[in-house]
């Protein structure tokens, strides 16, 4: 099975900062990733689908980037709807352990 | 406007069993793959099981393999989760997932004695 491995598990940061969080597969799986963002109590948004799609109505803030087994989810200026949990998931299954970002 | 409305949850006994459905509307169920995605309290997201749009094709996590079965009724555009010998574990939100975009509100099942 594919192992997806997300970091950090943590990350605190202010508004308006520049986050990066990173997911690396244990084999490629070319561009088949998704990102999503969940927040408590909500059940998870897809932002970006086959790892640099932008869902409609996602704001431009949002960007994924990379292929193969090496992935990125960048948000340029980080707002305060922003603090949330992100998961990536290769689209055949395994989610990476999720990534909390909070207020710093 | 695409609705997934999953039920079945339920407090159940270590090693016992539970169906769990998901009622889907809104699109033509029998031309999607549908997943269950689920969640333990506190924890991160765990893909369980997808099943193909003809039913054809399944696909399982490890961790389920051999204990819990995915189906589907495409005359009734419903999915379904068989799950026998459950271990405290499984206690999560199950979701109903279409195409990683739509999402099901979810239901608890709960295992323990």
């Known amino acids: 099975d594919i192992q997806m491995t997300q970091s950090p598990s943590t990350l605190s940061a202010s508004v308006g900062d520049r986050v990066t969080i990173t997911c690396r597969a244990s084999?490629?799986?070319?561009?088949?990733l998704a990102w999503y963002q969940q927040k408590a109590g909500k059940t998870p948004k897809l932002l970006i689908s086959k790892a640099s799609s932008l869902e409609g109505g996602v704001p431009s803030r949002f960007s994924g980037s990379g292929s193969g087994t090496e992935f990125t989810l960048t948000i340029s200026s980080l707002q305060p709807d922003d603090f949330a949990t992100y998961y990536c998931?290769?689209?055949?299954?395994?989610f990476g352990q999720g990534t909390k970002v909070e207020i710093k | 406007e695409v609705q997934l409305l999953e039920s079945g949850g339920d407090l159940a006994q270590p090693e016992g069993s539970l169906r769990l459905s998901c009622a889907a509307s809104?699109?033509?169920?029998?031309?999607?793959?549908m997943s269950w995605v689920r969640q333990a309290p506190g924890k991160g997201l765990e893909w369980v099981s997808t099943i193909c749009g003809g039913a054809i094709s399944t696909d399982y996590a490890d961790s389920v393999k051999g204990r819990f079965t995915i189906s589907r009724d495409n005359s009734r555009d419903t999915l379904y989760l068989r799950m026998n010998s459950l271990r405290p574990e499984d206690t999560a939100v199950y979701y109903c997932v279409r195409d990683h975009r739509d999402w099901g509100q979810g239901t608890l099942v709960t295992v323990s004695s």
């Open positions: 809104g699109f033509n169920f029998s031309s999607y793959a």
């Open positions: 084999q490629s799986i070319t561009t088949w």
């Open positions: 998931q290769q689209y055949n299954g395994t």
